[in-house]
């Protein structure tokens, strides 16, 4: 099967999950290429050899400088058609949900997203996709060629590198859509320095927009301050200002893993999910008993945060007390 | 100014697939699916008193559709459009992409806006595809629009911190659930509702071929549901004023405290 992963790249760097799909692509068998689509990227793009591409295809314009999808759309569609692949994988990120699903009205091309695996089984290629809160995993296929596929972020760890590989090089030629280019990014986002940092932490507490306001912030940090972790916070409250980005966990937030997560009014969506899953213990306190993430916490408290949360910091500050008796 | 908004009905209750046709069971009640309603009270801002522009809803799916839009229409939207028809059943992205960009087109909106996700299928790739189709710029996950000199602004949230993006109407927005807060259908609001202009249209109405729907539309499938892995046990419990000590407890046990 003949393959094309759409890398993509930030600050110089190609991404990780890119990265990832790649290596199943090769792993799969197949033969795979590449396309490095942005604005002076020659250099970077030949790196994808050393992970296995055989054939690097790079598209190198000006106006491919912003992370805008549509302009993605063309280049891959042409791309697609003139080469005839039969699969396109993408790393699943804001960008490449928009360019994959732009593609797949494009070319007519059927497009499975949020997949964890994929895999071939009698010479077809199958996605696993979780579904309902991921209470079923679903098999789904493509009855028609290009498939397009999204995988889900943090799915495949990107393979080791090796040498600098041998892949083949080739110039795509930019030509865009009118429409493809009135989107304009009038200012891109950087990467946000300021903020705790909440990768590293051994404990962390984490609030959602069942605090019900920024100002019950105060409850988690209390907690946290307790238990002697960091604050976290879901997208949703960073995009509703009472929390910084840079304590965001999640899809497009930080991925971690600490060895006790404790949710509180968080409802769990997958978006979150993908940031914490890998947390020795989850502890959620939420009073929604339909919370997806009361499936897959080690510990549900349906109940009131506002009551539950205080009286938690305050048992877990008697309990340092005892251990570490003021002399 | 027109603006129409997307949105879907899903099952309120009762979440599963169905074996046999292994497409979600949709006999439940159906309700608006909550993350369209911040795209609808977006909508109604962006009118504001302005009573030259209309909100119209535009959704594809069964007529019971309908009852779950009724409270768009109580919360404030001027009118449906709702393409129904069997031979859409089962439809996936590209099938569902066409049938709903042929609609709009007939409606020629100056605005078109999408909710973040469908919380039944977790798709949130829809507007991306209808805008490849309309031909229209398109910006995703914005978490504040601002709308001047005939053109839209958005804020949004990627994986690096926050954008800002631009686009001449007539354009396709996708709005995060962050936005704003969906208000409350008035009492008055929702007696008026049923009044409002409902209007179900088929396929052939809006030209749409019956091969470019449904199953024969459809370029994905189905072929297994399965249990997921298995993960630790998980322990739920209901707090009866207890809930702290048993969260102690808990992480005592698993020496986590």
Redesign the interface.
């Known amino acids: 099967m003949s393959t094309l992963v759409f890398v993509e790249h930030?600050d110089g760097e190609l991404q990780k999950d890119s990265l990832g799909v790649l290596g199943k692509a090769v792993q799969l068998g197949d033969e795979v290429s590449v396309l490095v689509a942005g604005s002076d990227v020659e250099q970077l793009a030949l790196q994808a050899g050393a992970f296995g591409a055989q054939h690097i295809y790079i598209a190198d314009d000006p106006a491919l400088e912003a992370?805008?999808?549509?302009p993605r759309?063309d280049v891959l569609a042409k791309l697609v058609q003139e080469e005839g692949f039969e699969a396109v994988l993408f790393a699943a990120?804001?960008?490449t949900?928009?360019?994959?699903?732009?593609?797949?009205?494009?070319l007519?091309?059927?497009?499975?997203?949020?997949l964890v695996d994929l895999d071939q089984q009698d010479g077809k290629l199958?996605g696993k996709r979780?579904?309902?809160d991921?209470?079923?995993?679903?098999?789904?296929?493509?009855?028609?060629e290009p498939r397009l596929a999204?995988i889900r972020t943090g799915t495949f760890d990107p393979p080791t590198k090796e040498g600098t590989g041998q892949a083949q090089i080739s110039k795509v030629d930019v030509s865009l859509?009118d429409?493809?280019t009135?989107?304009?990014?009038?200012?891109?986002?950087?990467?946000?320095s300021e903020g705790p940092s909440i990768e590293d932490a051994e404990v962390i507490v984490a609030g959602g927009r069942g605090l019900g306001g920024p100002e019950n912030f105060a409850l988690v940090e209390e907690l946290a301050k307790a238990?002697g972790g960091a604050v976290a916070a879901t997208?949703?409250?960073?995009?509703?200002g009472w929390y910084p980005?840079a304590a965001q966990v999640g899809?497009?937030?930080k991925t971690v893993a600490p060895?006790?997560y404790v949710a509180v009014g968080i409802s769990g969506a997958?978006q979150h999910k993908v940031g914490m899953q890998g947390s020795?213990?989850i502890?959620a306190?939420n009073k929604d008993?339909n919370a997806p993430i009361?499936?897959?916490?080690?510990?549900?408290?349906?109940?009131?945060l506002h009551?539950?949360?205080p009286?938690?910091t305050?048992?877990?500050n008697a309990?340092n007390a005892a251990h570490f008796p003021r002399s | 100014m027109k603006i129409a908004v997307c949105v879907k009905a899903v099952p309120e209750q009762a979440r599963r697939i169905d074996p046999g046709t292994k497409r979600l069971d949709r006999s439940g009640e159906p309700t608006l699916n909550p993350f369209d309603a911040n795209a609808v009270e977006e909508a109604l801002q962006l009118k504001g008193d302005d009573g030259g522009s209309e909100v119209v809803l535009v959704s594809l799916g069964p007529a019971r559709t309908l009852e779950a839009l009724r409270k768009a229409l109580a919360m404030g939207a001027d009118r449906v459009v709702l393409v129904s028809d069997d031979a859409a059943a089962g439809s996936d992205l590209v099938a569902t992409s066409y049938a709903l960009a042929k609609g709009l087109e007939r409606e020629q909106p100056d605005l078109v806006l999408f909710g973040q996700q469908a919380n039944d299928s977790d798709g949130a790739v829809l507007w991306a595809a209808v805008a490849d189709r309309l031909r229209r710029p398109l910006i995703s996950q914005v978490a504040e629009l601002t709308l001047a000199d005939g053109s839209v602004r958005g804020k949004r949230q990627t994986e690096f911190g926050y954008d800002v993006i631009q686009a001449p109407l007539p354009a396709v927005v996708a709005v995060s659930d962050a936005i704003n807060e969906p208000r409350y259908p008035s009492l008055k609001g929702i007696m008026g509702a049923k009044k409002k202009p409902q209007e179900t249209v088929v396929l052939s109405d809006l030209g749409v071929e019956a091969e470019r729907v449904g199953e024969a539309g459809s370029r994905t499938e189905v072929y297994a549901l399965n249990d997921p892995p298995p993960r630790g046990e998980t322990v739920r419990i209901e707090d009866d004023g207890t809930g702290a000590e048993k969260v102690v407890e808990f992480l005592l046990e698993r020496k986590a405290l």
Not at chain 1, 235 to 240: I, L, P, Q, S, T
Request: proline letters at 4%.
């Open positions: 930030h992370p805008l999808p549509q759309v990120t804001v960008l949900a928009d360019v994959a699903a732009g593609l797949s009205a494009r007519d091309a059927g497009l499975n997203w949020d199958v979780p579904a309902l991921d209470t079923v995993y679903v098999d789904v296929g493509w009855t028609s999204l859509e429409f493809s009135q989107a304009t990014m009038i200012e891109q986002a950087h990467e946000e238990l997208r949703a409250v960073v995009d509703a980005y899809q497009t937030g060895r006790l997958i020795n213990v502890v306190i008993p009361f499936e897959y916490a080690d510990l549900g408290v349906v109940g009131d009551e539950i949360v009286k938690l305050e048992l877990v309990k």
